[in-house]
């Protein structure tokens, strides 16, 4: 069977305070949901242009954009003095992408700090949206520094917020596939330093989240690789287990790695995180009818 076509948009628009944001779309013909993409530290949208035509190819509008100072958006490389600044620009990416189709449901989908970066946007801004997917989220850390070492950090950060240190992520604890190990460890756009204000940032993002997921109003679908080593499982599971909207599931898949949407079982994962925006949505629509195409589709 030959794969619907697919347009594929590249754009800059204007994020919090101005900055230019490279964004991306893959567009299907006709769209039956939105999908807004938020990627992870140290990458960009460029990593997910499998996601975006695999969704767009089963009736999503997939929009991403790349982090501030990531990618190719504009900003101090690897920056960010406030984590709400985080929140401002997906705030503004949402605005964008809800207005080309106003008439679909929305889902959110994080991976890892874009992850973090989407349930703290549904716990502190409470957005209109279908609902919240995570990919290996940075709920939980699993280097978080010492009482001390983390008062330390925050005391330098507000002294030097641009100060650099290294956080290069190994390569062989994203997947399995070393093919994808290698194309990361390639990827110029891919960074290997953190300034001290978004290490301070990030980390202060995490303990005011977590610890909030009950104030969550839209169903989430948390997903995660048990092998999971650089953001443990424990912070999905906690998270999840707080969550209060119906629909709101975890999925916890044996063997995989940080990235679960790069591993070899890929179209598995995409297919119950498309499979649950399905369900999601004949949730809030009780009286239309159900095709036989979605209903095939959804379990």
């Not at 983390?150 to 240190?165: D, G, S, T």
């Amino acid at each position: 069977m030959q794969e619907p076509r697919i347009r594929r948009r590249e754009l800059l628009f204007e994020g919090a305070g101005g900055l230019d944001l490279f964004g991306r779309a893959w567009l299907p013909a006709h769209a039956e949901r939105t999908v807004l993409l938020v990627h992870g530290w140290a990458e960009h949208s460029g990593r997910y242009d499998h996601v975006g035509a695999w969704l767009a190819a089963r009736g999503c509008a997939v929009h991403a954009y790349d982090h501030r100072g990531h990618g190719r958006s504009a900003g101090p490389r690897g920056h960010a003095r406030h984590f709400a600044d985080y929140l401002d620009d997906l705030e503004i990416a949402l605005v964008r992408a809800r207005a080309e189709t106003p008439e679909l449901p929305v889902f959110l989908l994080g991976h890892s700090m874009g992850g973090l970066v989407v349930a703290a946007f549904v716990v502190e801004r409470a957005p209109q949206i279908a609902g919240a997917i995570t990919t290996g989220a940075a709920l939980a850390v699993a280097d978080v520094p010492h009482r001390v070492r983390l008062a330390l950090l925050r005391l330098v950060a507000r002294i030097a917020p641009r100060l650099r240190m290294d956080r290069p992520i190994a390569t062989d604890a994203l997947s399995r596939d070393p093919e994808v190990c290698r194309a990361y460890a390639e990827d110029p756009l891919v960074l290997r330093r953190m300034t001290l204000g978004l290490g301070a940032a990030f980390l202060g993002a995490v303990g005011r989240t977590l610890p909030a997921a009950a104030r969550v109003q839209v169903p989430m679908l948390l997903l995660h690789g048990a092998e999971d080593s650089l953001c443990p499982v424990e912070g999905s599971r906690s998270f999840h287990a707080a969550l209060a909207p119906p629909g709101s599931d975890l999925r916890i898949y044996p063997g995989l790695r940080h990235e679960i949407l790069n591993e070899p079982e890929r179209d598995a994962v995409l297919d119950d995180l498309l499979g649950w925006a399905r369900r999601v949505e004949i949730g809030a629509r009780p009286a239309e009818p159900v095709s036989w195409r979605e209903a095939g589709r959804a379990g």
